[in-house]
């Protein structure tokens, strides 16, 4: 679109210009008349001219850019808050799985002094190292046996028995589970 362009000199009043001169455009868009002020050192020229509504900016160019980049934060925090909380439910589980063998294996360290004491009241402990194979993983346990004989001036008679228990063995993230308690050898009929 080509617009009628008229130039006007500023002056002083004594014939004499300070100012550069100022182009007015006349851009006909519409119906409307619409003035374009350009300051130019030129006289009147005819040239293509951009149309008000292609030099304006549209101010919400940019919106679905940022809203989608919000959305691609939010859903990339809520992705990662799942994946922590499933990391953290699986220790858990994995946890709660060693907290449940270790206590098998404190029971079985019980049975296994108690049976001890009843063949030999002499029986002091021992270290028991239970292999990954007889476990059915990929973990070994272990359980160490601490009995203390009653003194001989005790009028009870009574074993101070102590089993612990670790699984996995040879783990930094072991649980160990302890198990105390008294216990009277029979008398053998």
Known sequence: MYTRVESRLASNGDGSSTRPKVRFFQNYIHGQECL??????????????STPLQTQRNPHRGAASVWAIICLVLVTAVALS?????????????QERRRVQTDWLVQS?????????????????ENW??????????????????????????????????????FPANSDRKVRVTREGTWKVPAKP
């Open 36 to 49: 374009i002020l350009d300051r130019v050192r030129s006289k009147n020229m005819l040239r293509p001219q």
């Open 82 to 94: 799942l994946a922590k909380v499933a990391i953290a439910g699986s220790r858990h589980m994995i």
């Open 109 to 125: 360290g019980w049975s296994l002094a108690l049976s001890q004491l009843r063949q030999n009241p002499a029986y002091t402990g």
């Open 129 to 166: 190292e239970i292999p990954a194979a007889e476990l059915g993983g990929a973990d070994p346990g272990r359980i160490k046996i601490e009995v203390t004989a009653p003194a001989a001036d005790a009028t009870d008679g009574k074993h101070k028995l102590r089993v612990v228990a670790e």
